[in-house]
T-cell receptor, first 111, second 110 residues
Framework: NAGVTQTPKFQVLKTGQSMTLQCAQD?????MYWYRQDPGMGLRLIYY???????DKGEVPNGYNVSRLNKREFSLRLESAAPSQTSVYFC??????????FGPGTRLLVL | RKEVEQDPGPFNVPEGATVAFNCTYS??????FFWYRQDCRKEPKLLMS???SGNEDGRFTAQLNRASQYISLLIRDSKLSDSATYLC???????????FGGGTRLMVKP
């Protein structure tokens, strides 16, 4: 099993550009999550999906949208990127609310 | 006040040393507690869950004090490979979301 996969690994955007970060898991988990990690801030939850067809806001949802395409896939979209969105983005999945399994991350730089 | 607070370190210790990390959390209704480990430029991975009775996994011991809202991690006989950032993690009272501390960086020296 690949676990949790994320694409792309790295991305450079100009301010105002849009992009979608892709995440997929092959562990048949119900719950999926998107986090961002900034130096000194720890991981902060952007959005989560407790089950297929549902999504909820986390701590820092502004400037992002998500889609739970099916049980396996959960994408994160930046409609108009800003330099403040420069960060490392992690996707995670879990069976319920306990152990979360993380993808390798996407490093995003917005100029 | 942050919901989950940790000393960022770094803690520099020699191989073989015993080192302890502490973490405090603000939500008294939190349900579950964890320590995750994150290596440089890698994703976080679960190290261990933390139970009210305390739990041990090899050289690692975790303790929870609900009254003081305090979690600890003790690492005995430190190895070079223990060098990483240790994240204290707390779930909300509904158990739906995890809140991560900023992490404590450990560097084990030969």
């Amino acid at each position: 099993n690949a676990g949790v996969t994320q694409t792309p690994k790295f991305q450079v955007l100009k301010t105002g550009q849009s992009m979608t970060l892709q995440c997929a898991q092959d562990m048949n988990h119900n719950s999926m999550y998107w986090y961002r990690q900034d130096p000194g801030m720890g991981l902060r939850l952007i959005y989560y999906s407790a089950s297929e067809g549902t999504t909820d806001k986390g701590e820092v949802p502004n400037g992002y949208n998500v889609s739970r395409l099916n049980k396996r896939e959960f994408s994160l979209r930046l409609e108009s990127a800003a330099p403040s969105q420069t960060s490392v983005y992690f996707c995670a999945s879990s069976v319920g609310t306990e152990t979360q399994y993380f993808g390798p991350g996407t490093r995003l730089l917005v100029l | 006040r942050k919901e989950v607070e940790q000393d960022p370190g770094p803690f520099n210790v020699p191989e073989g040393a015993t080192v302890a990390f502490n973490c405090t959390y603000s939500n008294s209704a939190s349900q579950s507690f964890f320590w995750y480990r994150q290596d440089c430029r890698k994703e976080p991975k679960l190290l261990m869950s933390v139970y009210s009775s305390g739990n041990e996994d090899g050289r690692f011991t975790a303790q929870l004090n609900r009254a003081s809202q305090y979690i600890s991690l003790l690492i005995r006989d430190s190895k070079l490979s223990d060098s990483a950032t240790y994240l204290c993690v707390v779930s909300d009272n509904a158990g739906n979301m995890l809140t991560f501390g900023g992490g404590t960086r450990l560097m084990v020296k030969p």
